[in-house]
C-alpha cells in the first residue's frame, strides 16, 4: 500500500469509529461512546503521524502521547488540550469491568453528548489540518 493508502486507510476507520459512537449513544451505551470517541481520535492522530512521516504508526493509545508524537499538541487549543484529556483515560477504563462502574457515574447522557461533540470537531481539525499541508488525495 501507498502511504496515501495507509493514510485514507486509517481516515476511513477513524470516521467508522465515530459513527460507531454515535451508534452507542443513541443506545444509551454511555461507556461504549466513550470508548468509540477514543478511538476515533487515536486513529486520526495515528493518520496524521504516518502522513508525516510515512512510516509505521507507533504502538500507543494513550492520546496525549500520540498527539505529542504528531507534534500536533502545542498547535491545540485548550478546547481540544481538554478533549484529549478527557478522552484518553476512557480507552483502558471503558474496557475492563472493574473501571466501568467506575466511570459509570461520569459517562452520563449529556457528558457524552458534548464527548460526542468535541470528538467530531477534533477529528475534523487533524483532517484538516492534514489536507492543509498536502495536494495528496488522501481525503
Not at 45 to 53: D, G, P, R, S
Request: net charge neutral; aromatic share 10%; glycine share 2%.
Amino acid at each position: 500500500m501507498t502511504q496515501s493508502e495507509i493514510v485514507s486507510y486509517w481516515i476511513s476507520k477513524s470516521r467508522e469509529e465515530l459513527e460507531s459512537a454515535s451508534i452507542m449513544f443513541s443506545m444509551r451505551k454511555y461507556a461504549y461512546t466513550g470508548f468509540m470517541c477514543h478511538q476515533c481520535i487515536e486513529k486520526a492522530l495515528k493518520a496524521y503521524f504516518i502522513f508525516q512521516n510515512d512510516t509505521k504508526q507507533p504502538r500507543e493509545h494513550k492520546l496525549v502521547m500520540l498527539a505529542k508524537t504528531t507534534q500536533l499538541l502545542h498547535q491545540f487549543n485548550e478546547k481540544q488540550k481538554t478533549t484529549i484529556e478527557k478522552l484518553d483515560p476512557l480507552y483502558t477504563k471503558s474496557r475492563y469491568e472493574d473501571y466501568k462502574n467506575t466511570i459509570a457515574s461520569l459517562l452520563t447522557e449529556s457528558y457524552c453528548g458534548t464527548l460526542l461533540q468535541e470528538t467530531e470537531e477534533l477529528m475534523t481539525w487533524i483532517l484538516a489540518s492534514m489536507k492543509s499541508q498536502t495536494d495528496m488525495p488522501i481525503l
